[in-house]
């Protein structure tokens, strides 16, 4: 009997861990918060819609929990003539005097997974880029092969598997990037998801990207 009970707990704990817990209650932006630049952030149908402000810099509606290994889901709808993102294991840079940024709390940098519409030649959607970290591309130059999964206008189902060095993505079922970067690893091993609105130039946009179906689950 003993055995029996130890066995039905540890297959509770199993099933607990395997838990998805939603980021988005589909009502309200409870557990989020915006930094750095002056781009817009609903509720609207059930989505979390971000919208351009003119002559912003990019802005970031991020978690206010950090996570480690994880695997992501969510699904997106983006402007085509917009690009956007998310961010994974993120931080924010220490503010530093006479910087320019007028953001106390500091510049949100790390790696982000691509979002943006299809274009004429395809895209870049789903790779791993390092925001305001000064590397540029985390996925190699020779893998940035532009593709066209993403669907224009509709909704796109994303899929951000982080487990130690290795990224790994898919768009709409697709792999889009499978990744292994061990300096990113050792700078960020852990931080917050956030939502980009990437900066727009004076007289252009308004432009709006949308989220839905937020959830994620701690890989052990």
Known sequence: MKRLILTLWLSAL?????????????????????FNGTASYAVEDGAIVGRTSEGSRNSFLCSMQ???????????????RLNSGVQIRSRLKEQTTGSGNNDRRGRVYGPQVEIEGTGD???????????????GWLTPEDELVPHKWIKDGEWNR???????????????????????????????????????????????????????????????
């Open 66 to 80: 950090d996570y480690s290994d994880f695997e992501l889901e969510f699904e997106v709808r983006v402007d085509p």
């Open 14 to 34: 199993s099933l607990v861990a395997a838990d998805w817990t939603s980021l988005f209650d589909g009502e309200t932006l409870t557990g989020w918060e915006r």
């Open 158 to 220: 994303y899929r951000v598997v982080v487990e130690g060095a290795r990224f790994r993505t898919w768009i709409n079922g697709e792999m889009v990037s499978d990744l292994v970067d061990e300096e990113i690893h050792r700078t960020h091993p852990s931080g917050f998801i956030g939502l980009q609105v990437h900066g727009i130039r004076a007289g252009t946009g308004p432009y709006e990207v949308a989220w839905r179906n937020i959830r994620v689950k701690i890989v052990e």
């Open 121 to 135: 030649g395809g895209n870049q959607a789903g790779y791993i880029y390092a925001e305001a970290t000064g590397r």
